[in-house]
């Protein structure tokens, strides 16, 4: 799994888990649940991963969608 944005804004995540899914991309948002852990009232960003064979598919998509600032550094 590769880490492709990393963010705490809600509305990005749901838009970003949209264009995923309709692209079919597989994915899985982490780290959902820390604020309830240590009551930081969502200051603690999620993480979106994507398998590795779709990483470059799931940036390019995102970089299509206007949301290429959003990405974090390719390390793979």
């Known amino acids: 799994m590769r880490e492709i944005v990393r963010t705490n804004d809600a509305v990005l995540i749901t838009a970003i888990e949209a264009l995923l899914k309709g692209a079919n991309i597989r994915h899985m948002v982490l780290d959902q649940n820390m604020s ?41």
């Open 36 to 76: 309830v852990l240590d009551g930081s009232l969502n200051m603690l960003p999620r993480r979106i991963v994507v398998d590795n064979e779709d990483a470059d598919r799931a940036r390019r998509l995102l970089t299509d969608a206007g949301l290429g600032h959003e990405l974090r550094p390719d390390a793979g």
